[in-house]
């Protein structure tokens, strides 16, 4: 049973890379970025919680990047739930913003979170979580999906939440 569990996923790993390189179209005459396999089916969530409460987690930050329609423009939603510590099962919505238009650096910046993630969790040795940052990258309507723990400073991903808040 661990022996399947393993290959399956190294298999959705590889498959991530397939997709994330079919994720994105790059004119190089402008450079810009198509995320075209987002759509109003399929949403790419991109989450990262820190280890503010050791064992317990910590703060839950997550991006949701998607599109109402199938032309229309892509959109992000970011959302903070904050734990309290004292009270590890407590958690409180603390910042949303919803429905930002993604620009085309942002869209450059989603595929490099993935990319970093992949790229880093692919040169480590796995190792039995335990507590630590804990980083996900999972695409609704597949099965594909890049879980990572104990994670790394996902820094990519603090890049694209910061140019959303900023708007």
Known sequence: MGFSSKY???FKVFGWI???SFLACSNEQNNSYELKLINQFNKLTLRHDDDNCGEWGGNIETIIIYRKTEDGDLLADYL???KYCEKPDSISRILAKNQVVITNKEQKLVLESIHQLINEKLQR???PP???YYNEVSLSGSALEVKDIPSIKWTKFEELRESILKR
């Open 18 to 20: 397939i997709i994330s």
């Open 125 to 127: 040795m796995d190792v």
């Open 80 to 82: 903070k739930l904050v």
């Open 130 to 132: 335990s507590f630590g």
């Open 8 to 10: 399956l996923r190294c």
